[in-house]
């Protein structure tokens, strides 16, 4: 399979923005997701996007404030996140499951993963 590399995190106020992306090589089926994951907390979806076409699943605590996207070309993942509170600070992930399983907000559905870039929102 291919590579999941995530960049465009950093630390910014609350209310502030940040975009992330995720070079997603090699994958051009299934679905593809941000997850992210604070300290002593689990791992926990935020945004998932189809290569079919569906509209994008969104967890409640983002939606409103985040936008899941893919390029023209389909290999790079993005997630635009505005108005961010200091809950949202994590280690965001993006993954892939090119098998196209039915489930897709648990991290079991995914078999592949990047490594992972911190967002710190400051209050």
């Known amino acids: 399979q291919g590579q999941l590399v995530e960049s465009g995190g950093g630390s910014v106020e609350a209310g502030g923005s940040l975009r992330l992306s995720c070079a997603a090589s090699?994958?051009?089926?299934?679905?593809l997701a941000w997850f992210r994951q604070a300290p002593g907390k689990e791992r926990e979806e935020v945004a998932v996007i189809w290569f079919g076409g569906s509209t994008p699943h969104y967890a409640d605590s983002v939606k409103g404030r985040f936008t899941i996207s893919q390029d023209n070309a389909k290999n790079t993942l993005h997630l635009q996140m505005n108005s961010l509170k200091p809950e949202d600070t994590a280690n965001y992930y993006c993954?892939?499951?090119?098998?196209?399983?039915?489930?897709?907000?648990?991290?079991?559905?995914?078999?592949?993963w990047g490594q992972g870039t911190q967002v710190t929102v400051s209050s």
């Open positions: 090699g994958y051009t089926v299934g679905k």
């Open positions: 993954a892939a499951d090119p098998q196209g399983t039915g489930c897709f907000t648990r991290p079991a559905c995914y078999d592949y």
